[in-house]
Each structure stands twice: as C-alpha cells, then as structure tokens.
C-alpha cells in the first residue's frame, strides 16, 4: 500500500510517499481504503518534530481520511 511516511523530522520536504506492507488487522481495528486524506494540525507538528509525544520515526502520517471499509 502507499504512504505518506517521514523517517526524520523536518519541513514539508522530508516526507515521502513510499510502498509500505499492508497492516495487520486487529480485533478492534477497521481496513479502510482510503480515497482521501487532509493533512492535519498532528501531521504537521509530527512531522515537523514540535509534538514528540508518542511519535517514533518513521512515522505514516495522515489521520483525516475517507474511504471505504474494506474489512
């Protein structure tokens, strides 16, 4: 699947849109394949390196999605 991955915070420039494996689906997790994606207030300072709190590089952005619920 594709994602907007950052392995180092930085500006708009250090994130990259690579092939990553397909997660693992958990007993309260959804599958959605996502149509769209906002960049969020968090996906700015996550990648930027201001909220450090429970971020670990790399890190796939992206919580503002829409989509269809595949599993």
Known sequence: MKAAV???PGGPDVFRIEDVPMPTIGRD?????????????HDIVARDGTYRRGIEFPVILGIEVSGTVEE
Request: proline letters at 0%; glycine letters at 12%; a negative charge.
């Open 6 to 8: 950052v392995h180092e």
């Open 29 to 41: 997790d959804a599958l959605v394949r996502v149509e769209g994606c906002g960049v969020s207030s």
